[in-house]
């Protein structure tokens, strides 16, 4: 993953320091672009374990269209809790204990830490126990799964993986091979806007390629699984279509490093890549039909995890 980590070494010597929408400030760059040939292993972070089992629910949860964090929260995947919390402790309804700026707070104060993680957890158990809660403040709006799947179009809905996946069989020389999830007529309404906005496939030579434009990428915590979620887009895509996979082309806008994330930044700068896994699909199911247990990483060997501070 020496891609990942040149990344890294680019903003930390050539970014700019900036505010964002979390006021934690950032130091970025803008347009950056990484390739990925996928037949030299599967591109996972090597120098800090990442949880593969959380990016496999992620991905089978937006292609089944879902877009209700009570999904995630059965699978264990907390990846969306703190949006979907988000929008609770915001509303009229909640009476318990100031969760102002609770991201930052939980990581700067031990003992607001324990009522966050108190809270958090009722709210999840609540979601799971009650549904009309559960689709009153665990739905995230037309997020990706939405868009992915029913792009609204006046009364009617495009469901967009089903025709990218017609289009690459029946027509795989098309330049038209396109899934968007940047809605205009919807963002406003999405818990958090796509950063991962648009994506286009490419088929050569019997491999299937994609190329992803990502509008805004968090260095530390986000891109990691980005690139390892669509990486395994195109491994599934490729079984759906019987073609073998070819590169991600990982496209970045406003590629940034959380000025909290500097020191996690460097620890992982400091550490040696290592071999890249591999990954084993259960070839007998559609891709809509699989769950977390079809989908193995194998001979997956990375350094400790880095825990940081998420910027919601």
């Known amino acids: 993953m020496k891609q990942y980590l040149e990344l890294c070494n680019h903003v930390l010597e050539t970014g700019t320091k900036k505010e964002d929408r979390t006021g934690t400030g950032t130091i970025s760059v803008f347009g950056y672009q990484m390739r990925f040939d996928l037949n030299e292993g599967f591109p996972l972070m090597t120098t800090k374990k990442t949880a593969f ?26 990846i969306w809790d703190e949006w979907a919390f ?20 939980a990581v700067n104060d031990a003992e607001f830490l324990e009522v966050y993680r108190q809270e958090m957890n009722y709210f999840k158990e609540r979601v799971l126990e009650d549904e009309q809660f559960a689709n009153k403040y665990a739905d ?57 906005a648009l994506f286009q496939f490419y088929v050569s030579d019997g ?39 070819g590169e991600f082309v990982h496209t970045l806008g406003d590629a940034h490093i959380y000025s909290n994330h500097m020191d996690q930044v460097n620890e992982q700068l400091s550490r040696k890549p290592k071999s890249l896994p591999t990954i ?29 501070p998420i910027a919601v």
């Open 53 to 78: 089992r959380l990016i496999v629910s992620e991905l089978l949860w937006f292609l089944k269209g879902d877009t209700n964090v009570r999904t995630l929260i059965q699978d264990r995947n907390p």
């Open 86 to 105: 988000e929008q609770w402790i915001s509303s009229d309804e909640y009476t318990g204990p100031d969760m102002t700026n609770f991201g930052l707070r």
């Open 140 to 196: 995230l709006g037309p997020v990706y799964g939405k868009q992915w799947r029913s792009w609204s179009a006046g009364e009617e809905t495009i469901d967009q993986i089903t025709n990218l996946i017609e289009g690459i069989k029946t027509n795989p020389d098309s330049r038209r091979h396109i899934v968007t999830a940047w809605n205009p007529a919807e963002v406003d309404n999405m818990a958090l806007p796509p950063c991962h």
């Open 207 to 245: 491999k299937l390629s994609c190329q992803l434009y990502q509008r805004s990428a968090d260095i530390f915590l986000g891109v990691p699984f980005n690139i390892a979620s669509y990486a395994l887009l195109v491994h599934l895509i490729a079984h759906e279509c019987n073609l073998e996979v």
């Open 280 to 308: 084993k699909i259960n070839l007998e199911k559609s891709i809509f039909d699989m769950e977390v247990a079809d989908i193995e990483l194998e001979n997956y060997n990375p350094d400790p995890r880095i825990k940081a």
